[in-house]
């Protein structure tokens, strides 16, 4: 069969598996929307023969021979071909080399995690934890061997949330943040301008819920989100799901809190938005589908930090929004709404940190990882290396393991490599932050007229229109037209947070 042929014949597979993988996404968003309480069972009864179906489809044996077939003679495939082709193989092995058996204990076992991280919190016992851990990181091991990458199971765990990324280009990357970060939030902490930052946030209260969601939605609507191909709600923990011209983002509501909703939604619409932006002839190729978390985390990051967070943004929505809050904010001078939105301080959880000193939560919890899969660190002597790094990179001392290590949730499933691309994603932000504003000088001034369209039209030619035809790391190499580095956004929280604090 020609190779035009057998990719012609492929493609119809990897689109059908992936549509009943959005189907599933679609279960998952309305669970946590709209979800009767009585329905949990019947819910993870449909979700269960809607994995086998999924499960069934991915591993279809014609997927397996056409792969073989299309990998024979490379040559023949352009470069389009050999990203579906290459995509494709990595789906296809997850699939099938994974014994069933193992993939059902590991399910078992990713479920009572769950509830044993979630008891462990909330009595403050690492002890009762430790065995769950061991046993997480020693399936992450296991299923790093199915897949013949059992010498660098720590490399196998970040590739699958970003692939192509290994612990050696984590390493570099964040120990060069490290050293320069580290000096700069401390400058930052030390300053008399941190108080009044959280004085002024503190001021932010009774902002009610309906006024909340009209802003938000202006907001988002402004940005770019398309709502005729997506969808606002409220959930416990917001998220973003869905791709192509169905998305669904959530938020939650504060009414003393007024900021989180709005920048939570920009964050997911940012998210949103690269979905909307793949090209929808491709989903569920390689064309098609984002390029992994730390990218999909890029776009987020971007629209919430370095644009919502900026003051040419304010410039425009400010008196819409005092007009909507008009009690709220009267008395509030535009410096100390821009001091607000821009607040640094370090905080020993990582889900309330600021901008600045969030990435070295991610840090610590990466040389965490790095060391509990090389072996240097044993899951007993977690907690004390937790304090230990705590107290080095954000000048703070947990009191308990509650607000150390049994914090998050990731491990509890044996979510291993996922939080590294929280930070890779600021980082990858800042370098295309920096390359927009030598490509259109004037970016700022578009801001201040609400004008986002430049921006986005950017983003949507050079990184979503791209799909997974890169890994992360060259697709930042081919926009930016270097390597990956830190020093961008090193110097973007210093132009941002050093004029403001220092
Ligand atoms: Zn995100």
Redesign the pocket.
């Known amino acids: 069969m020609a190779q035009a042929d057998s990719l012609e014949e492929l493609v119809p597979l990897l689109k059908r598996s992936h549509l009943l993988g959005t189907i599933g996404e679609l279960l998952g968003w309305d669970e946590q929307v709209n979800l009767p309480p009585g329905a949990a069972e019947q819910r993870a009864a449909q979700h269960a023969v809607l994995a086998e179906t999924q499960h069934a489809a991915t591993s279809d044996a014609r997927i397996g021979s056409l792969l073989a077939g299309l990998e024979a003679r490379p040559a023949e495939l352009d470069a389009d071909g050999t990203a579906i082709v290459k995509n494709a193989r990595r789906d296809y092995d997850r699939a099938t080399k994974l014994p069933a058996e193992f993939v059902r204990e590991k399910a078992v076992q990713g479920s009572r995690g769950y509830h044993a991280w979630a008891r462990a919190k909330a009595a403050d016992d690492f002890a009762s934890y430790a065995p769950v851990l061991e046993k997480n990181l020693e399936f992450a091991r296991r299923e790093a061997a199915y897949l013949g990458r059992g010498d660098v199971a720590y490399d196998y765990m970040l590739d699958k949330h970003d692939p192509g990324l290994t612990a050696a280009a984590v390493d570099r990357l964040f120990g060069e943040l490290k050293r320069d970060l580290v000096p700069l939030m401390n400058a930052i902490v030390a300053s008399p301008v941190a108080e009044r930052a959280r004085a002024v946030s503190g001021r932010l209260r009774g902002f009610p819920v309906e006024a909340q969601r009209v802003f938000l939605r202006e907001v988002t609507e402004r940005i770019g989100f398309d709502y005729m191909r997506g969808r606002i709600d409220v959930s416990l923990h917001p998220f973003c799901s869905g791709t192509g011209s169905d998305v669904r983002m959530t938020t939650r509501y504060k009414e003393d809190q007024p900021l989180d909703a709005l920048f939570g939604s920009v964050?997911e619409a940012g998210?949103g938005l690269y979905e909307q932006g793949l090209p929808a002839e491709w989903l569920g190729t390689a064309r098609g589908i984002h390029a992994g978390m730390a990218v999909?985390?890029s776009q987020?990051r971007l629209w919430e930090n370095q644009v919502a967070r900026s003051r040419s943004f304010w410039r425009h929505f400010e008196p819409r929004w005092r007009e909507l809050f008009p009690a709220q904010t009267a008395g509030l001078t535009s410096d100390d709404l821009y001091l607000a939105v821009n607040a640094v301080e370090p905080t020993l959880i990582r889900v309330d940190a600021d901008e600045v000193t969030y990435n070295l939560h991610i840090v610590l919890r990466f040389e965490m990882e790095k060391k509990l899969f090389s072996g240097e660190l044993a899951v007993r002597d977690l907690p004390l290396a937790w304090r230990a790094a705590s107290r080095e990179l954000l000048g703070l001392e947990p009191a308990n393991d509650r607000e150390g290590v049994l914090q998050d949730v990731h491990w509890s499933d044996g979510a291993f490599g996922y939080f590294p691309s929280y930070c890779l994603g600021n980082m990858i932000a800042a370098q295309l932050w920096a390359r927009v504003r030598v490509l259109r000088p004037g970016l700022v001034e578009d801001f201040a007229r609400g004008d986002f369209a430049w921006l986005l039209g950017w983003l949507r030619e050079n990184v979503h229109a791209q799909g997974r035809r890169f890994s992360a790391l060259e697709l930042v190499r081919r926009v930016t037209g270097e390597e990956l580095s830190p020093r961008h956004l090193v110097a973007y929280l210093q132009e941002r947070y050093g004029g403001l604090y220092l």
């Open positions: 964050h998210h999909h985390e987020s």
